[in-house]
């Protein structure tokens, strides 16, 4: 059992277009995350809920709005697509704010 | 997010070799953490730091807290193949920041 899973894997899509990706976590962690890798590999946090709750969300663009339907899962969606949100977007969930994290595989968008 | 500068940046190494990457902050940490990320792959916990002056080993990787709990290096003896990817430290703190990485490749 894949313990934090993404999908999609690979998302391609025109510009102006609505997508979301979906996280799941089988751990019974408390605590996600959506962290966003550009093509010079910085990690940079976007969002964590801690039990539902949002308790970080960084200097996003309200394009891009997360959704915790219950603490296993976080969802992303993302509105009018632009170019420079082409990226590797991870999940992640760890049992509090001071415990390591266990990430999905990755979802890399691409916006054409 | 801040970004946190690792060095160094890259790192080619002949196989066999050894490697070691730092992570430095300018606030004291409440604890760090070390990730590996293979090409292609996802970040990887390898292991958490929360004592001052802390060392950590596991087989080849020694992982090491400063005393004034600033920075941190993780050292790799005698690379092989299946170190290559790129290693991340954590910052434990509010902002949940990662290093800028160090990307290590072996030279056979």
């Known amino acids: 059992d894949t313990a934090v899973s993404q999908t999609p894997k690979y998302l391609v899509t025109q510009m102006g277009n609505d997508k979301s990706i979906k996280c799941e976590q089988n751990?019974?962690?408390?605590?996600m995350y959506w962290y966003k890798q550009d093509s010079k590999k910085f990690l940079k946090i976007m969002f964590s809920y801690n039990n539902k709750e949002l308790i970080i969300n960084e200097t996003v663009p309200n394009r891009f709005s997360p959704k915790s339907p219950d603490k296993a899962h976080l969802n992303l969606h993302i509105n009018s697509l632009e170019l420079g949100d082409s990226a590797v977007y991870f999940c992640?969930?760890?049992?509090?704010?001071?415990?390591?994290?266990?990430f999905g595989s990755g979802t890399r968008l691409t916006v054409v | 997010g801040q970004q946190v500068m690792q060095i160094p940046q890259y790192q080619h190494v002949q196989e066999g070799e050894d490697f070691t990457t730092y992570c430095n902050s300018s606030t004291t940490l409440s604890n760090i953490q070390w990730y590996k990320q293979r090409p292609g792959g996802h970040p990887v916990f390898l292991i958490q730091l929360v004592k001052s002056g802390e060392v950590k080993k596991q087989k080849r990787l020694t992982f090491q807290f400063g005393e004034a709990k600033k920075n941190s290096s993780l050292h790799i003896t005698a690379t092989q193949t299946t170190d290559v990817g790129t290693y991340f430290c954590h910052f434990g703190n509010e902002k949940l920041t990662f290093g800028t990485g160090t990307r290590l490749t072996i030279i056979p």
């Open positions: 751990l019974g962690h408390d605590t």
């Open positions: 992640a969930s760890s049992q509090g704010l001071n415990y390591g994290y266990t």
